[in-house]
């Protein structure tokens, strides 16, 4: 993509719809006079009373204890420098939305327009009222250090400046775990601190507090190393300055276990780095570009645990493992603050989950069979679910412990069950699924390349690693539409069936034979096959190409027709069944049949339950399959009821693998309460069902467009079930992000099938089948 696209993008993605990202949403009923009666005058007088009389019922009866405040002047934001407190407005509101996904905390952005020490203090201190904690943003050196020193002296709540412990705590959890995996000791290791701002003294001060010392630690700014003679040094540099003899970076880093980088790209040499001593640890933590480029790093050295700041590689020192969840324990017990041993018991935490085994959930989204504790993982991905149950309680722990507490949690099963209820389930799976995707992307065809949304949808793909597009049309056509929309596909494969006549007809021959019994003549095959349908069914079939996405622009039928007579359906599939995933604010619920079958049988609901019930579980989601109509357990009668009945009863004698029950109404499938008082002996009672299955298409149909339309559910499908190779058919008219979701979906269910049909997996299969037969 070019530069001036993605800035495009960026500024689309902020300007779109409401501006920026975030709003504030009610938490109470809202809809009737009483209601807001109760909101407002008069109600709202009795808790402000109570208040007076205690001020401690603020955190009963107001948001506060759930209420952070993200805090900036402008004056050091991200990469970008001084650019003023209207400018950094984006990130903080990026903060927000941070801790809001990653540990359900409520923020406030507040942008001063300041940067006057006092007056910053002053207004800061100002809104403790309001706010249950402080999070200070990008305020430049050295005034972040006093500005955050006043405010922790001054404030009864939490106050922490995360671009300096953010990344001092996520990397002293890294460099525990390195030093352990090198047979290093924290107290012996000689580190060099590249950098000299914020990040680097607090990293610096936290190494130091869990066992470094500060004799084996050199610290390098731009003019070099920072030394005890030096003229007119500044406090925070003072505290690390050396009394060695050496000047540069490439003398201190000689001899040295560990290198620190808080600087700037390249600046460490793969001379420099095949200096260290055996075995040595290098976080270069620059962002974009780190301070020695991964690949060099572990070329250069094959004995070297390496940490960057980047997703892309293992390792990411990431401050969004602690930030969210350090505050989420302190709020929890309304600390007074976050001192030294809440740090360190964030530290402690995030070093202990990187040994602990990897849940599935995690293999599954970075695409690996076993992540475990090793070089190339020494601390937690951020999409581990197990960070908020590791690291707020062990905060709260310290809290507590510290005496900084004014609340006292007593029964921690039951707050880590209160924790896991916060995070929100509705857009994390579709997040661990694109990483997923990332890690193996496949060729994915658009049949529909002469139509923009594909095209773009195409490109933000491949720009961000998740498929490598083959586009399908006239090259004229679609370059010129590349062109009028400054769209940036170089490279891209474009092929016109109309004009690769020697594939047409390669193509026709298979078509022609696989369906001459079946009316079709090669004349017709060869017809057909000048359709981009057939044409980009026929390359999926002959490996020329991993996926199918078609559909935007046609009726559903006439896109599946192509793809069932080329491909076919799945060995030991009856059927091919349309699936919906719904992401909501409960979790993903999948809804099945949505899309292909009009008015299925009772064998028909059978099939259709096991084949949503296998494609769930590829999502690492375990199906809990509620079977609906209109009639619970025999309530009342009719056609529907009856064949939905009689369905469950065969699911239940034939496939007792499966965790499934009906029929029933869709209220008593989603609320466990509900079902419980009412039907105890379910199946289902004790959590609610995610797999529902409709009775026909049209009751699936319009209870998924209810769901996207009035329930705010953002809908990821139809994802076509039971063929033989990926083909995702797109809703007519789907949105650009709806079909970069699809085209998710189809690069996963590639990587599953190539799984699935690989040399190793089929052995084992036959070995299976030959066993039973021998029993």
Not at 137 to 159: G, N, Q, T, W
Not at 343 to 372: C, F, G, M, R
Not at 672 to 692: E, H, I, M, Q, T
Request: aromatic share 6%; net charge neutral; glycine share 6%.
């Amino acid at each position: 993509m070019s530069k001036t696209n993605r800035k495009q993008d960026a500024l689309d993605y902020h300007s779109q719809g409401r501006p920026g990202k975030i709003q504030v949403v009610p938490t109470k009923p809202t809809n009737s006079q009483r209601d807001l009666s109760l909101a407002y005058s008069p109600g709202v007088a009795e808790p402000c009373l109570r208040i007076a009389e205690n001020k401690e019922d603020v955190y009963k009866y107001t948001a506060k204890g759930n209420l952070v405040a993200v805090i900036s002047n402008g004056s050091a934001v991200l990469g970008l420098g001084d650019i003023g407190p209207e400018a950094g407005k984006p990130v903080m509101e990026g903060k927000g939305l941070l801790f809001k996904i990653f540990a359900d905390i409520d923020v406030f952005d507040l942008e001063l327009d300041t940067q006057n020490i006092d007056e910053f203090v002053m207004i800061v201190k100002a809104l403790e009222p309001t706010f249950g904690g402080i999070n200070l943003e990008d305020i430049k050196a050295p005034e972040c250090f006093e500005i955050e020193r006043r405010l922790k002296e001054c404030m009864s709540i939490p106050v922490m400046h995360d671009d300096q412990h953010g990344t001092a705590i996520i990397s002293a959890a890294a460099l525990i775990n390195a030093c352990e995996i090198q047979k290093k000791k924290l107290d012996k290791v000689k580190i060099v601190v590249n950098g000299a701002g914020a990040a680097a003294i607090s990293c610096t001060r936290l190494y130091v507090s869990l066992g470094a010392k500060k004799e084996n630690i050199v610290m390098v700014d731009r003019s070099g190393v920072i030394r005890s003679d030096r003229d007119k040094l500044e406090g925070t540099k003072a505290e690390f300055a050396t009394t060695r003899k050496i000047n540069t970076l490439a003398e201190a880093v000689k001899d040295s276990d560990v290198f620190i980088g808080l600087s700037s790209p390249d600046v460490l040499t793969a001379e420099m780095l095949k200096t260290m001593a055996k075995n040595p640890i290098v976080f270069a933590m620059a962002n974009p570009n780190p301070e020695i480029a991964y690949e060099l790093a572990i070329k250069t050295r094959k004995d070297i645990i390496m940490a960057t700041g980047r997703s892309d590689y293992p390792n990411q020192v990431n401050n969004v493992l602690g930030f969210p969840y350090i505050f989420r324990g302190a709020l929890d017990v309304r600390a007074t603050g976050i001192n030294e041993e809440m740090k360190k018991a964030a530290v402690i935490a995030i070093a202990e989950l990187a040994k602990k085994t990897v849940p599935e959930a995690v293999n599954l989204a970075y695409n690996s069979k076993n992540l475990k504790f090793g070089k190339d993982y020494i601390i937690p991905k951020p999409i581990d679910l197990r960070l908020i149950t590791s690291v707020s309680p062990a905060v709260a722990k310290a809290a507590m412990e510290s005496g900084v507490a004014r609340k006292h949690i007593t029964d921690w099963e039951a707050y880590n069950e209160e924790l896991k209820t916060r995070l929100g389930l509705d857009d994390k799976l579709l997040r661990a699924i694109t990483n997923k995707a990332k890690s193996s992307p496949k060729r994915v065809v658009f049949a529909e390349a002469d139509n923009y949304k594909i095209l773009k949808a195409a490109q933000i793909v491949r720009d961000e690693g998740i498929a490598i597009p083959i586009l399908l049309g006239d090259k004229e056509k679609i370059s010129h539409i590349m062109l009028e929309h400054e769209l940036e596909l170089e490279g891209v494969m474009i092929i016109n069936p109309l004009e690769d006549l020697n594939t047409c007809n390669k193509y026709a021959e298979f078509l022609y034979k696989k369906r001459q019994r079946r009316g079709v003549t090669l004349f017709e095959a060869k017809k057909l096959m000048r359709d981009r349908n057939y044409f980009g069914a026929a390359m999926v079939q002959f490996g020329e190409a991993d996926a199918l996405i078609s559909g935007l622009t046609k009726d559903y039928g006439s896109t599946i027709k192509p793809a069932l007579q080329v491909i076919g359906i799945e060995e030991g599939v009856n059927r091919v069944a349309g699936m919906y995933m719904m992401l909501t604010k409960k979790g993903p619920v999948f809804f099945g049949d949505t899309t292909v079958n009009e008015n299925p049988t009772v064998d028909e609901l059978v099939d259709i339950t096991t084949l949503l019930d296998h494609s769930v579980k590829k999502f690492n989601v375990q199906p809990r399959v509620a079977m609906l109509s209109y009639s619970n357990f025999g309530s009342n009668d009719g056609i529907v009821p009856q064949k939905v009945r009689q369905a469950v009863k065969i699911l239940h004698e034939k496939h007792k693998e499966i965790i499934v029950d009906g029929e029933m109404q869709a209220n008593f499938a989603m609320n466990p309460d509900l079902l419980k008082d009412n039907y105890p002996f379910s199946s289902l009672v004790g959590a609610p069902a995610n797999v529902l299955i409709f009775p026909n298409l049209e009751s699936g149909n319009i209870a998924y467009k209810l769901l996207q339309e009035l329930g705010g559910a953002e809908a990821v499908g139809p994802i076509l079930l039971g063929l033989n190779k990926p083909v995702h058919i797109l809703q007519l008219g789907s949105s650009v992000r709806e079909i970069v979701n699809m085209v998710t979906i189809a690069v996963v269910d590639a990587q599953t099938k190539e799984e699935q049909n690989s040399p190793i997996v089929k052995r084992a299969k036959g070995i299976f089948k030959r066993t039973l037969k021998v029993k």
